[in-house]
């Protein structure tokens, strides 16, 4: 058992549901959290004991530093927090919509600030521990069809490497990982190739004490590596 002690954020479905089996299975102590409570307690019913429950929206910041200290506690320690958390409202192709926007950047990118500044500082304290953000090979470009949900993870990230330089010296690893097109309720509406979430889960708790920056797939990091560097007039006139 890597983890004995661990937060999922963003754990009523997909990924986040993933994480929380993956790692309940393995014998971790596994605070599932996230807005829809009904899911969260079937989740714990499967699961069994090693899963505690918390209900949580992340758009509701002022409520974070107090709820990450009952986890902790409840937990009876902390080793791994883990932010799942995300959305990506369907977007029309002329459409600019900034209540989706608003709402993107908040669960993608601020509620994961929130989160995961409370385990900077306990970890930075204590002088271990993991914080895994999951970000996206969205946010390797700026694509036309999702402009917030591009840059959300472009900016989830950059933050997550400033935690990296900042909390290296303390012994604490932050790992981003950034999967492709994955099989989940958010991606419904996509019609493309997906990995199953079960798969990506269990590459991410592979790699949660590897701090650095991690592509779910070899492939993924080789393809990016071009797409990053294509020109911005070409990369404009390219579908992919």
């Known amino acids: 058992m890597k983890f004995r002690h661990a937060i999922v954020i963003g754990?009523?479905?997909?990924?986040?549901?993933?994480?929380?089996?993956?790692?309940?299975?393995?014998?971790?102590?596994?605070a599932a959290v996230a807005r829809r409570g009904a899911r969260l307690r079937a989740l714990a019913t499967e699961c069994g004991s090693n899963v505690l429950v918390f209900e949580h929206d992340v758009t509701?910041?002022?409520?974070?530093?107090?709820?990450?200290?009952?986890?902790?506690?409840?937990?009876?320690?902390?080793?791994?927090?883990?932010?799942?958390?995300?959305?990506?409202p369907e977007i029309g192709p002329s459409e600019f919509d900034f209540c989706k926007d608003r709402e993107t950047v908040f669960v993608n990118l601020l509620g994961a600030m929130a989160w995961l500044d409370q385990a900077a500082i306990r970890f930075e304290n204590t002088g271990h521990g993991s914080i895994v953000g999951i970000g996206s090979v969205a946010g390797d470009r700026g694509r036309a069809g999702q402009p917030a949900y591009n840059a959300s993870k472009a900016a989830l990230a950059t933050y997550l490497e400033a935690l990296r330089n900042r909390l290296a010296r303390?012994?604490?690893?932050?790992?981003t990982i950034k999967p492709g097109p994955t099989d989940t309720e958010m991606t419904a509406g996509l019609h493309m190739s997906k990995m199953g979430?079960?798969?990506?889960?269990?590459?991410?708790?592979?790699?949660?004490?590897?701090?650095?920056?991690?592509?779910?797939?070899?492939?993924?990091r080789l393809a990016f590596a071009i797409i990053r560097n294509i020109p911005s007039p070409i990369f404009r006139k390219l579908n992919i």
């Not at 303390?170 to 790992?175: D, H, I, L, T």
Request: hydrophobic content about 45%.
């Open 170 to 175: 303390r012994g604490v690893r932050v790992v």
């Open 60 to 88: 509701h910041g002022n409520e974070i530093p107090e709820l990450f200290q009952e986890i902790a506690n409840q937990l009876g320690g902390l080793d791994l927090v883990i932010y799942a958390a995300g959305v990506m």
């Open 197 to 220: 979430a079960a798969t990506v889960a269990g590459t991410i708790l592979a790699k949660a004490d590897k701090t650095g920056e991690h592509y779910v797939k070899f492939t993924h």
């Open 11 to 30: 754990a009523s479905s997909g990924i986040g549901a993933e994480l929380v089996r993956q790692l309940a299975a393995s014998g971790t102590r596994v």
